[in-house]
């Protein structure tokens, strides 16, 4: 098996709140991130499939077609968005990198068909990020 | 809220500094200095460790988190942070007293000090000594790495 990644990097802005919790509820929990006027992170994308090289084109799958994936997705979604406001997946959701990471792992599993989506990561900042794993694999659950 | 068939992690870095000397009682002057090296320098020497801590568990639909982020960095502050930075391991942290403090003891280390974490299960901890040098323990976590 071989593990190919592929990173993108697209910019927007979000802002944590729960209309069901209070005002003070909302400041307490979110913090900075509880500003109503948003505020926003450069966010940088890995894409990992897993799969055997093709035998004539030596690819677990063709980067043009991922890079051309990746760009319909997410970049054109969510690059230079307000994510609470203009990314319907994420309608009724707090944007969290959790919440990200796994919005994006459901709009790309099903399209890649050449290989097997293996890893989703996506950092807010060097020192944050969120992994997403297919259920089941090596042990996770 | 169920993750559906996505297992999710999250992953916060943190940072500190600390020297340390590896050498082993158990050896001799001469293989202490042939195994380590530079690193046997009777006086210490540092650097700048990048912890990587991963969790899993379910996304709070109320906060979207698996776990907040005060909560976690209270825990790895108190629990790791603060007994190490700016600390000499060998001598002001009482765990590497009588164990060569080397990355992968000291990851070992840092793993065994924040599985306790109450509010999600911990996956993995990654420590980076230098650039070109990083550890990672899973306890008894079956893992595939990438």
Redesign the interface.
């Known amino acids: 098996m071989v593990?190919l990644?592929r990173k993108i990097e697209f910019s927007a802005s979000h802002v944590?709140h729960?209309p069901?919790?209070s005002a003070a509820e909302n400041k307490r929990?979110?913090?900075k991130c509880n500003n109503p006027h948003g505020h926003g992170h450069n966010y940088t994308l890995e894409v990992?499939v897993a799969g055997e090289p093709d035998p004539v084109t030596g690819m677990v799958l063709d980067l043009k077609d991922l890079k051309e994936l990746l760009e319909r997705e997410v970049m054109q979604r969510m690059d230079h968005r307000h994510l609470n406001i203009e990314v319907p997946e994420l309608a009724g959701?707090?944007?969290?990198?959790?919440?990200i990471?796994?919005v994006i792992?459901?709009l790309l599993d099903p399209k890649i068909t050449q290989g097997k989506l293996?890893?989703v990561?996506l950092y807010e900042n060097?020192?944050?990020?969120?992994?997403?794993?297919?259920?089941?694999?090596?042990?996770?659950? | 809220m169920n993750n559906g068939s996505v297992h999710v992690e999250l992953g916060r870095r943190y940072h500190f500094a600390a020297s340390h000397r590896l050498h082993s009682p158990q050896l001799s002057e001469e293989e202490n200095c042939r195994i380590y090296g530079k690193c046997n320098n009777p006086y210490g020497h540092g650097h700048n460790y990048t912890v990587e801590v991963r969790l899993s568990g379910q996304i709070d639909p109320t906060t979207g988190m698996i776990s907040n982020l005060a909560d976690l960095d209270e825990f790895v502050n108190e629990r790791v942070i603060e007994p190490f930075d700016h600390r000499s391991l060998n001598e002001e942290v009482p765990a590497f007293r009588n164990v060569v403090p080397t990355t992968e003891i000291l990851c070992i280390e840092i793993f065994r000090r924040l599985q306790s974490f109450p509010h999600a299960r911990l996956e993995a901890v990654k420590v980076v000594e230098t650039s070109n040098n990083s550890f990672e323990y899973t306890g008894n976590n079956q893992r595939t790495q990438t």
């Open positions: 593990y990644t944590y729960n069901a919790l929990i979110f913090g990992t959701q707090i944007p969290t990198c959790e919440n990471a796994r792992w459901n293996h890893r990561r060097s020192d944050l990020f969120a992994d997403c794993y297919r259920n089941g694999s090596a042990g996770r659950s």
